[in-house]
């Protein structure tokens, strides 16, 4: 409602006096009750809008806007209760429909969110303005329905293709997909409709970093910057790109500024934590990780890192407990028993190891890096011909094996043990066996 203040005044005035002279006009008392509304007095208005059901009970009108009352005072259920009595007497009320989704989104009523938001849009398909569309949208995404949602966008689109929100929001969607050339593009456009959205510029910051093309996020993110100097999440995100860059004073700068944003922003203190290992500070890289931990549980780069931190400073028993923290978040992750295994490997504790790698190819029967471990374990072990089996699958399934593993070998396997299983591989005949087996000992 966008009427002056005075002019409120005006109207509460003027409808009182003519209460007075008729008590019982029901019309008086909706008006002002709305003009209440416009004052954010809710509890008088909800009072005047009480008396119009009073003497009138079907009046849709009334129901409507207390539901709209309730709505603002965060008092959902008796706002709902009057979006449905809405809808029971005029079933095509797409106001209603759309708030009613509205109230169903906070709730986590997903299905029941759909419905609505498609009903809204239903009766009111000329809407020049289709924030059902963009909500419906929204569901979607939050449940994971990323195509239906950029659908729905892309006919909100259709319909008013001059709202910048709706070319924001496919922006973003098109970036969650992975498809960076038609988010640039989305947000192009929405910037071309409104140059003073921030996310739009965030947007093509994130497709030009995925990209690597540093210059040009780092130009976006500054942008971005300018427009929404308080979200600490852009700042974080330009300090990322500083630090891909090699800026680590203007990545830490950026961090840190965050962090005065937003004391408990977690990617902030997560990569404070990053440049402060890099340093070789791993005490402090440490405190940030569990400070991370702490304001955002299922952070699992943290776990990782904690992780990684403790096998540096020669932590093993340690490092198997990040590691079985972050197997508690993410049961179905096999890189946390693999990584257990390569320690109880090195702690030559074999049994302990194979253990954990038959976990791992339960959870991943196809995971290359399980298979090296398996024939490291194999070959440790004296079993030579399971070792050269378990790396032949490997090599079946990771092109070029040992490839982006071959530091495990180094770390894992002797050049003796390579080259007696080798030797068995040849005495068998197993000329391919032996050839795998030639790829790793180029890493032993």
């Not at 004052?39 to 119009?52: C, G, I, P, Q, S």
């Not at 709505?71 to 759309?98: C, M």
């Not at 989305?186 to 910037?191: D, G, M, P, V």
Request: with cysteine.
């Amino acid at each position: 409602m966008n009427i002056p203040g005075e002019k409120l005044d005006e109207i509460i005035e003027k409808c009182k006096l003519e209460i007075k002279k008729n008590p019982k006009n029901w019309m008086y008392h909706h008006d002002l009750a709305v003009a209440y509304m416009g004052k954010n007095m809710f509890n008088e208005a909800l009072a005047e809008f009480e008396e119009t059901l009073r003497l009138d009970p079907r009046n849709i009108s009334a129901h409507y806007l207390i539901g709209v009352t309730f709505a603002e005072q965060d008092k959902l259920d008796e706002a709902q209760g009057h979006f449905k009595e809405v809808i029971k007497l005029n079933p095509r009320h797409a106001h209603a429909h759309f708030n009613l989704g509205k109230i169903y989104t906070a709730r986590g009523m997903w299905d029941g969110a759909i419905h609505e938001f498609k009903k809204a849009v239903e009766y009111d398909p000329e809407n020049k303005h289709p924030l059902a569309l963009m909500h419906l949208g929204e569901v979607h995404l939050m449940i994971g329905q990323l195509e239906e949602a950029i659908k729905v966008w892309t006919k909100a689109a259709s319909i008013n293709p001059d709202d910048a929100r709706v070319h924001q929001l496919l922006g973003g969607a098109f970036l969650d997909q992975g498809d960076l050339e038609q988010s640039v593009f989305e947000s192009r456009q929405a910037l071309q409709l409104d140059a003073n959205l921030p996310l739009p510029y965030f947007n093509i910051g994130l497709a030009f970093f995925r990209q690597g093309q540093l210059p040009k996020a780092t130009e976006a993110f500054k942008k971005a910057t300018e427009l929404d100097p308080k979200d600490p999440r852009i700042i974080s995100t330009l300090g990322e790109a500083h630090a891909v860059a090699g800026n680590m004073k203007d990545a830490e700068s950026c961090w840190e500024k965050a962090l005065e944003l937003d004391p408990k922003f977690p990617d902030a203190l997560y990569n404070l934590g990053l440049a402060q290992a890099q340093r070789g500070d791993l005490e402090g890289a440490e405190r940030q990780w569990q400070q991370t931990i702490e304001i955002a549980p299922g952070y699992s780069k943290a776990y990782i890192n904690m992780a990684v931190s403790r096998l540096r400073k020669g932590d093993q028993a340690g490092s198997i407990q990040w590691w079985e923290k972050l197997g508690e978040l993410e049961k179905d992750n096999p890189d946390v028993p693999v990584n257990i295994a390569e320690i109880k490997i090195r702690q030559n504790d074999l049994n302990g190891a194979r253990a954990e790698v038959d976990r791992a190819l339960q959870l991943n029967a196809k995971y290359p890096r399980a298979f090296l471990d398996l024939g490291i374990i194999q070959a440790r072990s004296g079993e030579p011909a399971p070792a050269v089996a378990s790396w032949k699958k490997g090599a079946e399934l990771l092109p070029g094996f040992p490839g982006p593993l071959a530091p495990l070998v180094r770390q894992l396997v002797s050049r003796e043990v390579l080259n007696r299983t080798q030797d068995q591989a040849r005495k068998a005949g197993d000329t391919k066996g032996a050839e795998v087996v030639g790829e790793l000992l180029k890493h032993a």
